[in-house]
């Protein structure tokens, strides 16, 4: 009998890693991958977070990461003092300290050869080409196949019983089933990649930060905001160990962010509120690629979506094939990790045939509430000017990210409907008519940013200290269920905080928002009392056998019995 088939169109990342976890998880399978290994792509994604380098680690992937690439320590922002471009004054946040999860500034070119070579020692068959076409399997042709023009121009046509588009921006399924959707939010992204800089231009930069002897503060990705944008900068290693620098501007030019197509636009532009990294960047010189190509890429509107991206009928699309996110949290590969796993667990259950639609709708609500995060981010731009509502801003996203979403990816619980379920309605996509202030507790936020020139700046919470659960490191049960109960303690926490840093006035607006405010904090102290006593079905799991279950148990089982590649 023969094996099953799965088939991944793409041989970038995104369809490497898909295939060295299928393969380890699912290893039944026969797996194929189609495409050109020496295609020259936009190359993004240098950021990892913790959830995505777990991932890696666990496909044993981590010495190449300990090996090849710069340890990340953390995300580090950076607030003006005042909008004087003179006035080098910035409030840093940063990490107070190394946590137990590391996080990688990946060399993308070197990772990625890295990754193919790995796949290529695993029984993993690869076809340089381009899928042209593909006929959908039905009731009476039992398996999809693909029309296949390969680079010695001779066709063939592989069969499969389930197939992965991770074709990146060309979209191969999307377009030819008519699956296009419009963001609510667009945005625009320039970026290149710098070497032979003089490094201690960074330190002219006058911080205004909690000192610490705990790592080199170089080595994090850096974060600078303006009105309607914000820069990254990321370090990271050359295959030949020369520091290099990622640099990119993400901008929505209709909210007053100047239009950067080129390098000249980004010095131009940048150069009005932080001259300093201007001064950097002329230090250096672009790297080229291979051909002597300046390393250098601009995307105009780039955002897209899908109307659908699981099908009980055995394809799925998935990464930069499905949708682009805004790089502004790294989540572009720790959201690849998740729909990696979704899309095993689809298969799972479809090979012992119980698969059912509810699954299937769980886990396309799962993406849908990762787009109303995304929805959320696209609005940051109209404040990102604003310290006072950015600042506390990311504060609360790093909160949800350390203390609900990673703790639900590393246990698993991101495969199961009953979290899915809770998750969904916690982070509900809404239409774009009915969104709201992307920032937290609007109403407190609002009155302290225009108390601003009476407030200390620098007196602004440093979100790390706040939010990260250092004991988190592996799978566990019973810290994932404390962790919830210390979100909601966080946020009456935070809340009170902000009560006590506004100067109130006795008048009817001041008093509404500070009892209103109080009430909220009332209804979290009596949700942290319930998890606490009762739990959550947040941190609960279907029974198995459930339609909705997730097929690879509790306890990180998604990420167990993997054969480790030597």
Avoid at 414 to 432: T, W
Wanted: charged content about 25%.
């Amino acid at each position: 009998m023969d094996k099953n088939k799965l088939v991944i169109i793409g041989n970038g990342i995104v369809g490497n890693l898909a295939a060295l976890y299928l393969s380890q998880k699912l290893p039944e399978l026969e797996i194929t991958i189609i495409g050109k290994s020496d295609q020259r792509r936009a190359i993004v994604g240098e950021s990892t977070v913790e959830l995505s380098t777990h991932f890696f680690e666990g496909l044993g992937l981590g010495k190449i990461l300990e090996d090849k690439h710069y340890h990340k320590y953390g995300l580090t922002y950076y607030f003006k003092v005042n909008n004087d471009p003179d006035d080098t004054r910035y409030v840093v946040h940063e990490a107070p300290g190394v946590i137990r999860m590391p996080a990688y500034n990946l060399n993308r070119f070197t990772f990625d050869k890295d990754l193919r070579e790995t796949n290529s020692r695993r029984n993993i068959k690869v076809i340089e080409g381009v899928v042209n076409d593909v006929l959908l399997k039905t009731p009476e042709q039992h398996r999809h196949i693909l029309s296949v023009k390969m680079t010695n121009g001779e066709m063939t046509s592989p069969e499969a019983d389930w197939f992965i588009d991770c074709s990146g921006t060309r979209r191969f399924l999307v377009k030819k089933l008519g699956l296009e959707k419009s963001p609510p939010y667009q945005r625009s992204s320039f970026w290149f990649r710098l070497k032979k800089f003089d490094r201690d231009i960074f330190d002219k930069i006058n911080v205004i930060k909690k000192e610490h002897h705990c790592y080199d503060p170089y080595y994090v990705t850096h974060h600078f905001y303006g009105k309607g944008y914000w820069i990254w900068m990321i370090p990271m290693r050359s295959p030949d160990g020369e520091t290099m620098m990622s640099i990119g501007y993400t901008y929505r030019p209709e909210l007053g962010s100047e239009i950067v197509k080129n390098y000249d636009d980004f010095i131009s532009a940048v150069g009005q509120d932080h001259p300093t990294i201007v001064e950097l960047v002329e230090s250096g010189e672009i790297h080229r690629l291979p051909g002597n190509l300046p390393d250098i890429t601009g995307y105009r509107d780039y955002m897209y979506e899908s109307k659908k991206y699981y099908s009980k009928d055995g394809w799925f699309i998935i990464g930069d094939a499905a949708f682009l996110f805004d790089p502004i949290n790294s989540l572009g590969l720790s959201y690849v990790s998740h729909m990696i796993c979704q899309v095993a667990a689809i298969i799972s259950k479809d090979r012992t045939h119980s698969l059912t639609d509810s699954y299937i709708k769980c886990h396309e609500q799962h993406i849908q509430s990762i787009l109303s995060l995304h929805d959320s981010w696209g609005k940051w731009y109209e404040f990102m000017h604003d310290p006072v509502k950015m600042s506390w801003t990311l504060l609360m996203n790093n909160m949800s990210y350390f203390n609900v979403l990673l703790p639900a990816f590393i246990n698993g619980g991101f495969l199961d409907g009953r979290h899915i379920n809770v998750f969904s309605e916690l982070f509900k996509r809404q239409p774009v008519e009915m969104h709201q202030a992307a920032y937290p507790f609007p109403k407190l936020l609002d009155i302290l940013s225009e108390q601003v020139d009476e407030i200390d700046l620098f007196s602004t919470p440093n979100l790390y200290a706040k939010n990260i659960p250092f004991e988190l490191y592996r799978a566990d049960e019973k810290l994932r269920k404390k962790l919830l109960v210390r979100y909601f303690f966080k946020l009456i926490m935070l809340r009170t905080s902000l009560i006590r840093r506004i100067k109130w006035k006795l008048n009817k607006h001041h008093m509404n928002v500070l009892f209103s405010a109080l009430g909220d904090n009332l209804t979290d102290m009596l949700r942290m009392v319930s998890v606490r006593l009762f739990s959550h079905d947040m941190v609960k799991y279907h029974k198995s056998g459930s339609p909705d279950a997730t097929p690879f148990g509790q306890d990180g089982e998604f990420m167990k019995f993997i054969k480790k590649i030597d």
